[in-house]
């Protein structure tokens, strides 16, 4: 239990670390090259808003076993904790990408339009303007995929990536011991309850409203 609990962390972690980094690029680029924003270009704006919509789209079990010729040639397994990083990373990061271009949406233009009144550069507006004002939306959307994260991790256990996920469905579920499934089920829930907490404590210290 405790090797499986160590695994659906490992997974939960390193993922949501890259689709920290990978969410906030995507939704600040479906920002800003949207119509009257700082780098406005159409096709970029389409293309990317396409992948984020194909891919924020596709069921999770889905997009796993699509990926895994991908994931087969770039870790040499399909198998593991390790070989589900790929698809973890590809699933939560569009998802969180929209939510930061929704958190990029309700900033007040007004501090924007006094940003550029006062000569501050685009990379300014962005390091000193866009990402400070939205950091409380920014945290509190990262503890949502963070959640999501975890049942996806479950998923992935289910097809071969270990954790809680395959060791309710094989111990458990397969070997008709439910007292497995549950305490696996409690072990889930306590991670995402944690989470959830931590996520909140943030954001509302992050939050100067």
């Known amino acids: 239990m405790w090797d499986a609990t160590v695994e659906t962390l490992y997974m939960t972690v390193v993922a949501l670390l890259f689709t920290f980094i990978f969410g906030i690029m995507l939704g600040l680029l479906l920002f800003l090259t949207d119509r009257g924003q700082l780098w406005q270009n159409k096709t970029a704006h389409f293309i990317i808003g396409a992948y984020v919509n194909i891919f924020r789209s ?83 959307g990262i503890t949502v995929t963070a959640i999501a994260l975890v049942s996806y991790t479950a998923m992935a256990g289910v097809i071969g990536a270990g954790g809680l996920g395959d060791l309710a469905f094989r111990d458990g579920f397969q070997r008709n011991n439910p007292e497995i499934t549950f305490t696996a089920t409690i072990i889930v829930l306590i991670i995402v309850f944690i989470l959830q907490f931590i996520g909140d404590y943030i954001t509302n210290k992050l939050d100067k409203r």
């Open 58 to 140: 596709i069921p999770f079990i889905i997009l796993i076993v699509l990926l895994i010729p991908f994931t087969r040639t770039m870790l040499g397994t399909m198998l593991g904790p390790s070989a589900a990083l790929p698809a973890l990373i590809i699933g939560a990061a569009p998802f969180y990408a929209r939510m930061v271009e929704i958190a990029l949406r309700e900033i007040d233009k007004g501090v924007f339009e006094a940003s550029k009144a006062m000569g501050a550069t685009n990379g300014q507006i962005i390091r000193k303007v866009l990402l400070p004002e939205s950091m409380p939306a920014l945290v509190s």
